[in-house]
């Protein structure tokens, strides 16, 4: 069966990395949504937790139930306000209407928006929000946003960090409580310099992408189902994609599109990390190669695959698909 191996050696130096650039662990939150991007979060967490995170984001109440036993904070980014909020986890607070929907004493980190016009509370709404948080009897915890461009450092993400920066300002002056901020993704903790009063939230550099000197910690396999000389004239899967021009020893191996890959249509070479192409269309459930043994490396560098298919890393690795089996090496 098809297999994701992730290296924990990577891993951990990945983690180490960030924490020297962020100043240490405890400034530190790794974002785990969407199963930590691909690679699997239950079989992440432990080695998180015992390198000294303790603060993790996830999408849903779902996700942070999965992770609850490994971490003391959780925050719940992709949330919307039910009255049944769990006291244990923290929320996003992402629109300033729905502050009346959450369950009183519901612990909260108010989104803003410095710009990205995505999700959070404006600048000059932060007197009426504040205001509304003490209103409905929320706990006050954090104050955080998003960057849309600090990867180029251009004018754009400035602009943002000062936004960010007066708010910062304002609630020291307007809020005696003291407060959790964090702006710095990934991008930006190794393109800028951290604030001292600041958390970075993480997420795709923890797997060894958006720094060159990180490490890749996942790599996807598959298993042959079968083997056969394809002889000369002879074509391979589905619309003859691939015909031979000799005889060739290929296999078929046991990953397709419904395992989250994309669909390879046979319209220029497509690459495994061995260096032999894929023949054909990939089907449903498998692709033919030349025969690579019983085990072939599909990629260990999702940025091959986002090249190719004119996407980004991110996109190749959460669309792996969760029943593939992961196991830590």
């Not at 307007?174 to 800028?192: D, G, P, R, T």
């Not at 298919?309 to 992961?326: A, G, M, Q, W």
Request: hydrophobic share 40%; proline share 2%; net charge positive.
């Amino acid at each position: 069966m098809s297999l994701i191996r992730l290296n924990q050696k990577a891993y951990e130096f990945n983690l180490d990395q960030i924490a020297n650039k962020a100043g240490n662990f405890d400034r530190v939150i790794c974002v785990f949504k969407d199963n930590a991007y691909g690679h699997g979060a239950t079989l992440l967490a432990p080695i998180a937790k015992s390198k000294g995170i303790n603060f993790v984001a996830v999408k849903n109440e779902q996700e942070a139930d999965e992770l609850k036993d490994f971490f003391d904070s959780i925050l719940i980014l992709s949330h919307r306000p039910n009255g049944n909020e769990n006291p244990n986890f923290i929320y996003a607070l992402n629109d300033i209407n729905l502050i009346k929907s959450f369950k009183p004493l519901t612990r909260i980190h108010l989104k803003i928006d410095t710009n990205m016009h995505r999700n959070g509370i404006e600048l000059q709404d932060l007197n009426k929000a504040y205001n509304d948080i003490l209103k409905y009897n929320l706990k006050f915890e954090g104050v955080f946003t998003h960057f849309s461009s600090a990867d180029n450092a251009d004018d754009f993400y400035l602009a943002q960090r000062n936004n960010f920066k007066k708010v910062k300002e304002w609630f020291y002056k307007n809020c005696s409580k003291k407060l959790i901020f964090h702006s710095f993704n990934s991008a930006a903790l190794f393109n800028s310099e951290i604030p001292k009063d600041e958390y970075c939230r993480v997420g795709l550099v923890q797997f060894g992408y958006g720094a060159l000197h990180l490490k890749k910690v996942l790599s996807l396999y598959a298993h042959k189902l079968s083997q056969r000389i394809l002889k000369t004239g002879q074509s391979i899967g589905y619309s003859n994609a691939y015909t031979a021009n000799k005889d060739l020893n290929v296999a078929t191996y046991d990953l397709g599109y419904a395992d989250g890959l994309f669909r390879y249509n046979a319209k220029r070479e497509l690459r495994l990390a061995n260096g032999k192409k894929i023949l054909g269309k990939m089907s449903m459930d498998s692709f033919s190669c030349e025969d690579s043994g019983d085990e072939v490396c599909v990629f260990n560098d999702a940025t091959l695959w986002a090249n190719f298919f004119d996407t980004i890393d991110y996109e190749i690795l959460v669309k792996l698909h969760p029943n593939i089996k992961r196991v830590v090496v």
